[in-house]
């Protein structure tokens, strides 16, 4: 089994960070890329930042300059430093990995998601 837990959401001001974290737990074998999307009331849910296990990263354009995604392999942890929120920021935020098992001599790759973790911009 395999379970991403996620931690750090909550209420704050327009202009504050908020640092969330995600870590991997269970039967593992190697975490490839991991990622953090965002769900707003009514819209789809979009894909925020990403980190390869190389370290590579990418973003969302909105966010480019405000967020950063940092990495513990040894912690199998991901973060989400969030800096000069806005309230369009404001969504339920999903952690993403995709997970490499070993069972019985083989490698399976699936993809987990986290149960979400809510953040509201808001004065």
């Known amino acids: 089994q395999v379970q991403l837990v996620e931690s750090g959401g909550g209420l704050v001001q327009p202009g504050g960070s908020l640092r969330l974290s995600c870590a991997a737990s269970?039967?593992?074998?190697?975490?490839?890329?991991m990622g953090w999307y965002r769900q707003a009331p009514g819209k789809q849910r979009e894909l925020v930042a990403a980190?390869?296990?190389?370290?590579?990263?990418n973003y969302e354009d909105s966010v480019k300059g405000r967020f950063t995604i940092p990495r513990d392999n040894a912690k199998n942890t991901v973060y989400l430093q969030m800096n000069s929120l806005k309230p369009e920021d404001t969504a339920v935020y999903y952690c993403?990995?995709?997970?490499?098992?070993?069972?019985?001599?083989?490698?399976?790759?699936?993809?987990?998601w986290g149960q979400g973790t809510q953040v509201t911009v808001s004065s």
């Open positions: 993403n990995a995709e997970i490499t098992k070993r069972s019985g001599g083989r490698y399976y790759t699936d993809g987990y």
């Open positions: 269970g039967s593992i074998f190697r975490i490839n890329a």
């Open positions: 980190i390869t296990s190389g370290g590579s990263t």
